[in-house]
C-alpha cells in the first residue's frame, strides 16, 4: 500500500498551507487556542467561517451545487489536517454539519433553497432542541408538545443543554404531535426562529464557568408548516439522520494530533524552566501511546470516508467515531492537565474577565478549563454508553 501522497495532493497541500499562512491570522489561532470552552466563541467561529466561505472551501462534503467542492478523501483529509496543524478555530457545527447536511439530504428544495445559503453565509445561526429535562439518552420520551393549526404548529414544552441558544436565530427541534402509540411514532421534526416572545432562553453555566448551553423554554411558540422536514410524526427517522453526521467526528484525530504537539511543547517548556530533563521521559511513552491512538482514528476515519458516496449518512459507525475521537480526547486533555501538575490549580480563564496575570506560562491558562469541560465530550450527541449499546446491536449484531 502507497501511503505517499502523489504530486498533486502535495501541490494541494502547498496551496492549503498557502490560504492557511494568508487567512489563519495570530489572532483566530490564539482567541482559538485560548478558550476553554467545548465550542469555539462565536465571532471567531464565524470569522474564521466566513474566510472559508469566500474562498469556497467551507463545505467541502456538500454538493456542488451547494457549495461542495468534488475534494477527494485524501484531499478533504489534507485540508482538515493542516487546519488542525495550523491551530484554526473550530467550526460551529450545528448548522455546518447537522441541519445543512440534513436539509440536503431530507429537505425540500424550497427548504434546500431558502436555508443553504444562509447557512454558508452565516446570516442563519443554529441551535439543536432535541434534550429535555425528562428525555436525553431516552430521547423518544420527549414531551414537548405540537399542535397544528392550519398552516402553523404551536409548540409548548422545555429544551435542555441547547447549546448556543442564546446566540442563535434558528432552532431545529423535535416535538412531540401524538401520544397514541409508540413513542418513537408521534414525533416530528420543526424549525423555527428563536426570536419570537415564545421562546426563553435560560442560561446555564459549566462547571469550568463558561456559558455553553441554555434551557429553552417555549410557550406558544410558533413554526411554520413549511419549515417541517418529512412528514408529521415521523421525525423519528429524520432525528436519527442527522445524529450520525453529529456523531461522526469528521476526519477525527487531526486535531488530536495538534493537541499531542502542544503537550510536547508543554513538556519541553517546562523541563526547560525547572532544568529537568527527565520530566520529557517520564511523558514520553504516555505521549507517544496517544498518539499512535490518534494516528490509527486517522485512518479509521479515512476509511469510513471512502465508503461513502455523496449524500449518504455514514451509519452506525459514527458511533464507533463519536467513542473514539471524544475518549481520546479526554485522554489527552487529562495528559495535559498532568504535565502542566500545579500550574493548572489556580483559575485563570481569561474569558471570564480575569486580567490578573498569567501565573506560569501564557499556556497553561486554559488547560484546565478545557479539561473541565471536555468531560462533556462523551456525553452530548448521545452518551458513549448509548454508542456503545447501538455498536453492539447494529454493527456486532448482538
Ligand atoms: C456540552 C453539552 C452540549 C449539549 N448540547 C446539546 C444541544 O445543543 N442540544 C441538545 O438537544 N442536547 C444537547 N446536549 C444534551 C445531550 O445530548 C444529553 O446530555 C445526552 O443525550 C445525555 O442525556 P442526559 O443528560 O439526559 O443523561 P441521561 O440520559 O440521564 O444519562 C445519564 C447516564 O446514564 C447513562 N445511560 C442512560 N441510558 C443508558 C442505557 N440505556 N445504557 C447504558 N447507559 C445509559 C448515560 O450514558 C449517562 O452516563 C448537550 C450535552 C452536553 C453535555
Redesign the pocket.
Known sequence: MNLNFSEEEILFRNEVQTFLEKELTEDLVLAAKSTSA?FTEKDIAMKWQSKLAKKGWLVPSWPEEYGGTNWTHTQKYIFSSECAKAGAPNLIPMGLAMIGPLLLGKGTQEQKDYYIPRIISGEDYW?????EPGA????ASLQCKAIREGDKYIINGT?I???HAHLANKIFCLVRTDNSGKKQEGITFLMLDMNQPGVKVEPILTMAEDH??NQVVFTDAIAEVKDRIGKENEGWSVAKYLLEFERSGGVGGSKSLSDIQFIRKLMNKISTTHNDASFIDLYSTKVTELEIKAQSIQYTALRILSSLKGGDSPGPESSMMKTLVTDLEQEISEVTLEVIGYYGIPFQDTSLGSNEPAIGDESFRSIAGKYQNLR?TT?????N??QR?IMAKAVLGL
Open positions: 467545548v441551535c439543536q432542541g432535541y434534550s436525553g439518552s431516552d430521547l429544551k443543554w441547547t447549546t455553553d448551553f462533556a456525553i452530548y450527541g448521545g452518551s454508553e448509548i449499546n
